[in-house]
């Protein structure tokens, strides 16, 4: 069982916060991917290469609007609001994510520095 976010009620723009940077950080690794990949579609000329190209780019700018309005309406929030973070991240099933959502690990938005795993 992973660690439970400290305190279990925490103020919900700060998780919402961390989440816009969550998504953001998702961004960043799939423009990453984007880089890699486009130069393979490129070559290919398959049909419905491009087309998978183009979801990428609109997956990667639909994720930067998503961290934007999650950090707009994290910053419209009463102060005082808040969410039972251990409820709400307890069916996350990445653990390293739900230690970042939960702030018990900063969220890096440099994902090229992170341990390769093959």
């Known amino acids: 069982m992973r660690p439970c976010p400290e305190p279990q009620v ?5 998780v919402l916060a961390r989440a816009a940077l969550e998504v ?4 960043v690794m799939l423009r990453r991917i984007e880089t890699a990949v486009a130069p393979m579609i490129a070559a ?3 049909e419905g290469c491009s087309h998978a190209l183009q979801d990428i780019d609109l ?3 639909s994720l930067a609007d998503i961290a934007t309005c999650l950090t707009g309406v ?3 929030l009463p102060p005082g609001a ?4 251990r409820s709400l991240l307890a069916p996350l099933r990445l653990d390293d994510l739900c ?6 690990m900063a969220v890096d938005l440099r994902p090229e520095e992170r341990i390769a795993l093959f």
């Open 99 to 104: 230690q970042r959502l939960g702030g018990l």
């Open 44 to 46: 290919e000329r398959r």
């Open 24 to 27: 953001q950080r998702c961004e």
């Open 10 to 14: 925490q103020s919900a723009g700060d």
């Open 74 to 76: 994290a910053g419209q």
């Open 82 to 85: 808040s969410v039972d973070a």
């Open 59 to 61: 997956l990667g700018q």
